[in-house]
């Protein structure tokens, strides 16, 4: 991949106010361009390493690699101080890119920071694209793509858990068993090469039982074993999103209030008070459950009403789990089957709500004909059975098993099919071993497999994949 020669620049710290805030920059010209409006400590001026008091007269301040300088931002313009900031020069490789990087700890306020930014690129840098730094880390083999993947990971989690993941992954553990497969193969392939090459030299070039054998230890067991991990534990890293849903008036807000324990949607006793959907985190038993709460769905003339509700119904449609809501302390309503009829192609767990109004024997009982996951009784209102809910949601996640995320390395879905193309070519490869298949036919599924184990690590890995997965990243990152 052909390298950027743009000195690139962002801000990467949050906008907004803080007390510190970070311009950072990155490339070859990292340093000229600092030089320019950068005006250090005078002893540091004084002081500067290596130059004859002429030239210290003539030419620009020169850094020190990884130190850090006490100074002014100075516009050239006016000669004025912008800010007062601490500045890291870090000369190439020893850096997050391996070019040369300077980060400009400023004051954490946005105009300051713009100031600063809209400086160094009137020198000559250009803005950073999102997830352009790491990407530049991985370009230059500081980091594998699975590493970087994990740094947008550690910045997104949700929970304690998805850090766990994010951090394990970080330090390379599952690009180490990508590897090592990748190498097996590798050392299979070339036997099988050389049976190509050289067919009489290399008659019996290897024993198709021992390479079944190997491929089967090597290979499929450690493969199978990162698959089952991702089944077994993925929720954890992307969590599940889970939408209530009901006609008006049934408690969706109410339930969004008591799971988030503070007054976030508004409540009334007018039907369609909601008209939104209203999202927020929950963090259940490390699981981050993306839970919405929606307009309540109903035959309606109102023109506001009406966008909400077809909001609704495309946003459930998108959800891994829907809450489906109904009132325990009367009969079903026609709307209520309505509903049904639109939401049973999801998997969806039946909250009966307001069981603190259920008179004598007059609970509500649900159709038989109705196909749900599990059902559970409570009250929104006053805090009934809310847990027993947690629970099935958790459960439903798949998330209910203690899995220790500190050992257990979890891929994600892009590394998922990856190595599940990888693991059926190996697959197939021996059901060939097994038929006599000629030499050059298995370099085929070889070659297969080795491949997709490579874009994993961000071998031969294409552009605009690299596209996706750094867009996921914030600007300065
Ligand atoms: N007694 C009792 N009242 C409840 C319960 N849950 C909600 N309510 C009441 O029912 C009314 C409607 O509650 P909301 O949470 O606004 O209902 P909603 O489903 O969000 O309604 P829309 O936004 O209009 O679709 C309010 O007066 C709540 O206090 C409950 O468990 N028991
Ligand atoms: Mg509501």
Redesign the pocket.
């Known amino acids: 991949m052909i390298k950027d020669p743009d000195t690139i620049a962002a801000i990467a710290t949050p906008v907004g106010r803080g007390g510190i805030g970070i311009v950072k920059i990155s490339g070859n010209d990292a340093f000229a361009l600092v030089q320019a409006i950068f005006r250090p400590l005078k002893k540091d001026r004084d002081t500067n390493v290596g130059k004859s008091r002429q030239e210290k007269g003539r030419r620009p301040f020169e850094f020190e690699t990884h130190r850090l300088y006490y100074g002014h931002i100075i516009d050239p313009d006016g000669g004025l101080p912008l800010d007062e900031v601490l500045l890291s020069a870090m000369k190439a490789p020893h850096t997050y890119t391996r070019e040369d990087v300077v980060e400009i700890n400023a004051h954490g306020g946005a105009v300051a920071l713009h100031a600063i930014l809209r400086l160094v690129l009137s020198k000559g840098a250009r803005l950073a694209e999102p997830g352009e730094f790491t990407r530049r880390a991985f370009l230059n083999g500081r980091i594998d793509l699975t590493q970087a993947e994990a740094v947008i990971d550690v910045i997104n989690a949700r929970t304690q858990k998805n850090l766990e993941l994010a951090a394990a992954q970080m330090t390379g553990k599952l690009s180490d068993h990508v590897v090592q497969a990748r190498s097996r193969l590798i050392d299979i392939l070339t036997h099988v090469e050389a049976a190509i090459d050289f067919p009489e030299e290399v008659e019996d070039f290897i024993s198709p039982e021992n390479t079944v054998k190997a491929l089967q230890k090597d290979v499929l067991a450690p493969l199978n074993g990162l698959i089952r991990n991702y089944i077994d534990a993925h929720v954890f890293r992307d969590g599940i999103s889970v939408a209530?849903v009901?006609?008006?008036?049934?408690?969706?807000?109410?339930?969004?209030?008591q799971l988030v324990e503070k007054d976030r949607?508004?409540?009334?006793?007018?039907?369609?008070?909601?008209?939104d959907i209203i999202e927020e985190i929950l963090n259940l038993q490390g699981i981050p459950v993306v839970i919405s709460?929606?307009?309540?769905?109903h035959p309606t003339e109102n023109p506001i009403e009406k966008i909400g509700i077809e909001k609704t119904l495309t946003h459930v449609n998108g959800s891994d789990l829907v809450l489906f809501?109904i009132e325990a302390?009367c009969p079903l309503d026609p709307d209520d089957h309505l509903i049904y009829e639109k939401i049973n192609s999801k998997r969806i767990i039946m909250v009966l709500?307001?069981?603190?109004?259920i008179q004598k024997d007059s609970e509500t009982t649900l159709p038989d004909n109705w196909r749900f996951d599990d059902q559970v009784r409570?009250?929104?209102?006053?805090d009934?059975g809310i847990d027993q809910l947690k629970d099935k949601i958790i459960k439903m996640a798949g998330g209910q098993d203690p899995i220790d995320l500190k050992t257990v390395i979890v891929p994600n879905l892009r590394h998922k099919l990856l190595l599940e193309t990888s693991l059926a070519a190996a697959e197939a490869l021996i059901e060939q071993l097994q038929n006599g298949t000629s030499s050059d036919l298995l370099a085929v599924h070889l070659q297969e497999a080795i491949n997709a184990l490579g874009v994993i690590s961000g071998d031969n890995v294409k552009v605009d994949v690299l596209d996706q997965i750094f867009s996921r990243f914030c600007v300065g990152k």
Request: hydrophobic letters at 40%; glycine letters at 10%.
């Open positions: 209530v009901g006609r008006p008036n049934v408690g969706k807000s109410s339930l969004l209030n949607a508004i409540v009334t006793d007018m039907p369609g008070t909601t008209r709460d929606t307009a309540g769905v809501m302390n709500n307001k069981i603190d109004l409570i009250s929104a209102l006053y009934r």
